[in-house]
């Protein structure tokens, strides 16, 4: 049995965040992502303005959780929470 690819992770070799099939650049310092995430989440929560998003917020998060081991949990959470409330439907139909 094969584990299923990933379609959203950090790839701290090559400095990139990929998103299914988006790649964006990553900071390689912990400061940067840290800053980087941090900018992010402050970003998003300003989301009503033109040029900032409400998108900016859980990307904020999932670069801040790649160093910052309370919200690595909380996110990991969050996904356990999701798969048990959404189960994934194999082609079949069956969950």
Not at 6 to 24: M, P, Q, S
Not at 26 to 31: I, T
Not at 47 to 68: A, I, K, N, Q, R
Not at 78 to 95: C, E, Q, Y
Request: no cysteine; glycine share 12%.
């Amino acid at each position: 049995m094969t584990t299923p690819k990933r379609k959203h992770y950090i790839d701290a070799k090559r400095g990139r965040i990929v998103l299914g099939r988006f790649e964006l650049p990553f900071p390689r310092s912990k400061l940067g992502r840290v800053a980087t995430g941090s900018a992010l989440v402050g970003g998003g929560l300003l989301g009503f303005l033109p040029v900032l998003g409400f998108w900016m917020v859980p990307l904020g998060l999932f670069v801040l959780s790649h160093d910052l081991a309370s919200v690595r949990r909380r996110r990991r959470r969050l996904a356990i929470w999701w798969r048990k409330r959404h189960p994934v439907v194999n082609r079949a139909g069956k969950p």
